[in-house]
């Protein structure tokens, strides 16, 4: 347990003490690059002073300080690389770690989470659910149901009176007789009536023989 608390905090401030010290070693060999740079361009100066000079042989002995030089500089240039390589390992292995470590803690957590939810409280939460609905479905229907004197009513006798009142609307709408259309006067005409002369001829003949049934 204590190695577990306490030994991930050691393992990072190593891997940290162990990048800071990559890093003085960059920069001192970077500064040992410099000097030397230096020096190979002071002696590259100096054989062509003695080139001038005709010192011939000085002048070799300045080029040759001048190849040692190189070598020590293309040597530290190796060196460098070498850091660099080690340092993005590192620091890989570092990111790694942080992240298998926040993975175990989320199955840790998602764990405990799991033990504090247990399926039979859930399922006895989810009953309870169901019978909450349930009772409140049927206070609902209790007092959308009809009281006192409507709920003596029979709806299928209901149905019944007024299926017969709508048939004997329809029957009373087919035995109205079909009115007469309006007749179209035209506009500015009056319509002409029908005249009596028909009906008055038929009383003066009533009335003639009536007068010679008395003679």
Excluded: W
């Excluded at 190979?40 to 300080?65: D, G, H, M, P, S």
């Excluded at 620091?91 to 799991?114: F, I, P």
Aim: net charge negative.
């Amino acid at each position: 347990m204590f190695t577990r608390l306490f030994g991930k905090p050691k393992q990072e401030a190593d891997a940290l003490s162990t990048l800071d010290k990559l890093n003085e070693t960059l920069e001192m060999l970077e500064k040992k690059e410099k000097v030397l740079l230096k020096k190979a361009a002071a002696e590259v100066e100096k054989a062509k002073e003695f080139t001038r000079a005709k010192n011939k042989r000085a002048a070799i002995q300045c080029l040759k300080r001048k190849r040692l030089y190189e070598q020590q500089i293309e040597q530290l240039g190796n060196f460098q690389l070498r850091i660099h390589d080690q340092m993005i390992m590192l620091e890989g292995a570092k990111a790694t770690t942080e992240t298998v470590d926040a993975l175990r803690t989320g199955a840790s957590a998602m764990k405990a989470m799991q033990k504090a939810t247990n399926i039979d409280d859930v399922d006895k939460t989810m009953d309870e659910i169901n019978e909450q609905t349930e009772n409140m479905k049927q206070i609902q229907e209790a007092l959308s149901a009809p009281i006192g004197a409507a709920a003596d009513f029979d709806e299928d006798e209901l149905e019944a009176e007024l299926e017969e009142l709508e048939g004997a609307e329809l029957e009373e709408q087919l035995l109205q007789p079909a009115t007469t259309a309006p007749v179209h006067v035209p506009a500015g005409r009056v319509p002409i009536r029908p005249t009596a002369h028909k009906n008055v001829a038929e009383e003066d003949e009533l009335a003639a023989l009536q007068a010679e049934m008395a003679l």
